[in-house]
Structure formats: C-alpha cells, structure tokens
C-alpha cells in the first residue's frame, strides 16, 4: 500500500497534485491524502481511501496538526503502508509529520518543487526549508525535481548524491485543457499575455518597461499579488496594456491565453512552471527568461524562445522581431504532448515509487 500526500491548499500545486494522482496506475494501491480546499468528488473513486486535510485551516490547528500526524503513523503500521510520496515539502506541516514518521520502515519518495526558494518569501517558508534540510532530506530515499538547474541545486546546495535524485518534467495541466478552445478559431486580441501572481520576481516591471517602449502592441496581465498596485500605478496612463486584477476561472483564462498571440513570461528568478506547457497546450509560444525551468521546456524557435531580458533595447529589437519566426501551431502542440504528456510523466513518478 501506497500514500500520498500534499498539504499546499487550493493552487496551482494543489491542482498538479489532483492531476497526477488521478492518473496514476493502480489507484486502488493508493491512500490518498488531499489538500484543503478540494472535495473528495474531484478524485479518483478508486482510491482506496481518500482523506481531507483539515487541518491547516482550523482553531488551535498546530495541535490538530500533531493528532492528525499520530492519525497517520497509526493507519502506516495498520494499512501496512511501504511506500509515501510528499509531493509538496515546503509547508508547515510536513516537518512535524516527519517526527512521526520515526521508527517507521517506509521508503519516501518527496518532490522539491523550490530547490532554490523564491525571491522575497517569508520567514516561515525559509525556516521550514532549513527544518526539512536538516532533519527531513536525511530521510527521504527518492527526490524528484522538475528540472535540470534544480537536479544541479540540490546536489550543490543540499549535498544529496546524484543517484537519489531523478529530473521529471512538470506535466501538462488537465485542468487547464478546454479542447473546445483549443479547437477554436480565437480572433487574436493582445499580443502578450502573462498570468500568474503578481510579484516583483516574476519580472512584472519588464512587461510594463517593455509597453511603454512598444505602444503599438497590446499586453494583458492577469492576477493579484503583493505588486498589484504598483501595476495599477504604473499602467494608469498607458493604453496598450489591459489588468485584470481578479480571479478568473480556468476556462476563461483559456479564452485569454487563445486569444493572445504570445505568452511572456520575463521572470527574474524561476523554479518549477507549468506555464509553458498550459501555453503550448493551445499552440502559444512562450517568450521567457533563460532561467529555471525554462531552459529545459523551451527550445527556442519551436515553442517558444528564450531571452535574458538585461538589456531592453536588445530585447525589444528581439521581440519586435518574433512574427519573422515561424512558430507553428501544429508543431507546439505536438511538442506539448511529446515534453509534456501526464500520461508518461504519471508513469515515471510510479516506477520511483
């Protein structure tokens, strides 16, 4: 018997997390544990047993947390459990489940999402980090990590021999695949889209640096976050970019990101995404920074291109230039399901279970 957990709330890793596992073979071997903000209805009935996380959210929660981890080393011994996939590892309750888990012989496979934290996160985060650093990745006897730069990180960084460490691509969002859009004949609307949450790391200045040097493109920025109103400052007196600064669901953002030429993502510092391949999914090219993940996800001329963004003259001549390559629809897409398939990517994470 096989358990998985994530603790990360309703977000893009709560929903990666949902994908994954409600495709991965032999559900029926799986006890599965799923984040706050989910109902069971969104997974796989043949589990053989889902449980809520309840106890992130709640009164005296820290003490809800300790019971539900004894919870946990219990149903280990009676379910016979040989197996854990933490597929999430940043969050606070991860570190006093390790406590529990002592004396336990079970083999733990964790994902590290973050090798290298992101820019400006809190004390909190950082000292989880260092908790799961010292007491955790001791540990754990698989890492899975969705890139090469973050393979390199925790070898350098972490001291974890190469051997304990496997690279597997993030894969592709099926909550975020509308076939009906897909499919469509979109009008393009905006030249350059970018979703995400809005934060200085992202690059958010250089998508606004680069409207103003580019009045006769249109920009769209979609999302809320710490510097939402320094965008709204900053964009007050320009026409050509449009922010929507509010939740939108899934299948309109699809309709967003269809009826956008490209999809600019000029981020600062990057780890994991799955931006590229919610992108290519609709035949979008991605223009990123050579950083992160993308560096693997992006081959440059096929779908997307890659661009170091340090100097913005340099980079506009570039970016001007983009409708002379000829970026197939067909081509990305295709790309998409080769890089990006969840099916073969669901596949790998079994076999390291």
């Known amino acids: 018997m096989n358990l998985s957990i994530c603790m990360s709330g309703r977000n893009a890793v709560g929903d990666g997390y949902r994908d994954i596992m409600n495709n991965i073979v032999n559900p029926e071997d799986y006890i599965v544990i799923i984040p706050r903000g989910y109902k069971k209805e969104e997974f796989n009935k043949n589990f053989h047993k889902v449980i809520t996380d309840d106890v992130t959210k709640t009164t005296f929660q820290y003490f809800n947390a300790i019971r539900f981890a004894f919870r946990l080393r219990v149903m280990i011994r009676k379910e016979k459990i040989k197996n854990i996939f933490i597929y999430f590892d940043n969050q606070w309750f991860i570190p006093i489940f390790r406590c ?21 996160v809190n004390k909190k985060d950082r000292l989880i980090r260092w908790l799961n650093k010292c007491f955790l990745f001791n540990r754990v006897n698989l890492f899975i990590v969705a890139y090469t730069e973050g393979f390199d990180v925790l070898v350098s ?3 974890i021999p190469h051997n304990k460490i496997r690279c597997i691509y993030l894969p592709e969002m099926s909550s975020m695949e509308f076939p009906d ?45 710490k510097c939402e109103a320094m965008v709204k400052e900053k964009c007050l007196n320009l026409h050509n970019i449009y922010f929507i600064n509010e939740y939108v669901s899934d299948y309109d953002l699809a309709k967003y990101i269809k009826a956008s030429k490209y999809v ?9 995404s799955q931006t590229v391949s919610i992108a290519n999914y609709y035949g979008k090219p991605v223009i990123a920074s050579n950083t992160g993940c993308f560096k693997d996800y992006i081959t440059d001329n096929i779908n997307g291109i890659k661009l170091s963004f340090d100097k913005e003259e340099d980079t506009i001549g570039i970016i001007r230039n983009l409708d002379n390559i000829h970026f197939d629809e067909k081509v990305i897409r295709r790309y998409c399901n080769k890089n990006f398939s969840i099916y073969s990517i669901v596949n790998s994470i079994a076999n390291s279970i």
């Open 157 to 159: 960084e972490y001291k």
């Open 100 to 120: 529990f888990l002592i004396g336990l012989d079970v083999k733990l496979l964790c994902w590290i999402h973050d090798p290298t934290l992101h820019i400006g």
């Open 181 to 225: 859009i897909a499919e469509s004949k979109e009008s393009i609307k905006y030249d350059f889209i970018f979703w995400g949450r809005i934060e200085a790391y992202k690059g958010i200045d250089r998508i606004i640096d680069l409207s103003k040097a580019m009045l006769d493109k249109k920009f769209l920025i979609i999302g809320c976050g």
């Open 264 to 272: 600019l993502l000029p981020y600062i510092a990057t780890t994991g």
